[in-house]
């Protein structure tokens, strides 16, 4: 059954327009607090919001509908996704909420939940919270009505949990580290977790003001992030989005380094220490060609799956692999997160870069990436890809492309584009059937 609010991460759209508006979210809060008030203890719910103003509203409106219908509520504030995760997991709680729309504008926000183990819900439980939301969930009585508190200490506990995660015998002693928090959710507990750890902190993208996060900063948008690396003499340059779950990297050149390298990099060194599960790593079918071959080189397999970080952690679930993400810097490490975590993983690069000794140009740069090149088509509405003459240009495409790269065309799942990607050994080939593609696209969405 299709899912009317539920997208791959949650529920996301431009604020005070449906799906996102403050009545929706109490009806959210209201339909999950019923869905998850399993058992006769007293129930509790963790939430967390990154800097986006609306947070503001949708906070407030969230807690009026868990309130109603008995559960008590835990405020965080603002912190990263990954934090809330573990918070609810941490406190006992039956579940957690993160608003937050990650890497988008200011003028989206999104609501994403987590069940009492700390990972993002299953089809079932949005399935079943859905249907709530359109039917009638009961109040409590007066007498049974939750409470809201809010705690204080919740960064220092992420703080902490976070700096667990680094290798003990290592410090960060000696490098000169540039953060970019995108205005957003990490703003205050990033740069907190590297400085205790001994680096030299140059931090940007930390002054949020309600309407700036993500805007020229943080993982989508890293040419300040470059800039200042090569003007400080930094060692290295980490970005996160706004919601911190994503992360990119910058070597001391001013080169990005995105997850597929980042990933090479991790689960390369944990195979050398034998922690890698599984035999490789989990990816989706974004991640370049490059990284599957530099892999297959060291006899370690990679795993794709549909995009979207819970599909990644579905398969490594089912699997028994500990190492997965994706291209765009979703990194989910399962020894210590439950879902993709940017500062814990910046943390395992910055140890693999520690050990070596060398530069990140020479320690990050784990393979020649295969030309690849995304292109997104916005639309208004309908279905493009069912056009028959989408269809053909996508099927003479692939045609072409048969044993010579690979081709992935898709709807996103956060927003109105379609996304097109070919990859290749051709240059001049994959942008040819891109644009190809993208023009006929245009032409059935207009």
Same mark, same amino acid.
Request: charged share 30%; hydrophobic share 45%.
């Given at each position: 059954m299709a899912r009317k609010y539920f997208g791959t991460d949650g529920i996301r759209g431009a604020t005070n327009l449906s799906p996102m508006t403050a009545a929706m979210a109490m009806k959210v809060g209201m339909a999950a607090g019923a869905h998850f008030q399993r058992g006769d203890h007293r129930h509790r719910v963790v939430i967390g919001k990154d800097t986006r103003l609306s947070g503001y509203m949708l906070e407030n409106a969230l807690v009026a509908g868990f309130t109603s219908v008995g559960m008590d509520v835990v405020l965080v504030g603002p912190m990263p996704t990954p934090a809330v995760a573990m918070l609810t997991h941490s406190m006992r709680a039956d579940m957690g909420v993160m608003i937050s729309a990650s890497h988008n504008p200011y003028a989206d926000n999104g609501i994403k939940l987590f069940g009492p183990d700390g990972f993002k819900l299953s089809d079932e439980d949005e399935l079943a919270i859905e249907a709530l939301i359109d039917g009638e969930v009961p109040l409590a009585p007066s007498a049974e009505i939750g409470r809201a508190r809010r705690v204080e200490d919740a960064r220092g506990r992420y703080i902490h949990f976070a700096k667990s995660t680094f290798p003990e015998d290592l410090t960060l002693d000696g490098l000169k580290i540039v953060i970019d928090c995108a205005n957003g959710a990490a703003y205050q507990v990033a740069p907190s977790a590297l400085w205790e750890l001994g680096a030299e902190v140059i931090a940007i993208g930390v002054t949020p003001n309600g309407k700036n996060i993500n805007d020229g900063v943080g993982s989508t948008a890293p040419e300040t992030l470059c800039e200042t690396v090569v003007a400080s003499g930094a060692h290295i340059g980490i970005a996160l989005d706004g919601d911190a779950d994503r992360l990119i990297v910058v070597d001391e050149q001013g080169k990005v380094v995105d997850g597929d390298q980042l990933m090479a990099t991790i689960a390369g060194g944990w195979a050398r220490q034998g922690r890698l599960a599984g035999g490789g790593l989990v990816a989706t079918v974004m991640s370049n060609l490059g990284l599957e071959r530099h892999l297959s080189a060291q006899g370690l397999g990679l795993i794709r799956t549909a995009v979207g970080d819970r599909y990644v952690l579905e398969k490594m679930r089912s699997s028994g692999y500990n190492v997965g993400g994706e291209q765009s810097g979703h990194i989910i490490l399962s020894d210590y997160a439950t879902t993709g975590d940017g &500062?814990?993983?910046? &943390?395992?690069?910055?140890? /693999?870069? *520690?050990?070596?000794?060398?530069?990140?140009?020479?320690?990050?740069? +784990?393979?020649?990436? &295969?030309?690849?090149?995304? %292109?997104?088509? @916005?639309?208004?509405?309908? %279905?493009?890809?069912?056009?028959? @003459?989408? %269809?053909? *240009?996508?099927?003479?495409? /692939?045609?072409?492309?048969?044993?010579?790269?690979?081709?992935?065309? +898709?709807?996103?799942?956060?927003?109105?584009?379609?996304? *097109?990607?070919?990859?290749?050994?051709?240059r001049d080939q994959v942008e040819a059937v891109v644009d190809r593609i993208c023009d006929v696209v245009r032409e059935a969405a207009a």
């Open positions: &500062l814990v993983a910046a &943390l395992q690069v910055l140890a /693999e870069l *520690v050990r070596a000794g060398a530069p990140a140009s020479e320690v990050l740069h +784990r393979f020649d990436p &295969l030309p690849q090149l995304l %292109k997104n088509v @916005r639309f208004k509405g309908g %279905k493009p890809l069912e056009d028959p @003459r989408v %269809k053909q *240009v996508i099927a003479a495409a /692939e045609a072409e492309l048969d044993g010579k790269g690979r081709l992935v065309i +898709r709807a996103s799942g956060t927003e109105p584009v379609i996304r *097109v990607m070919a990859e290749g050994d051709d």
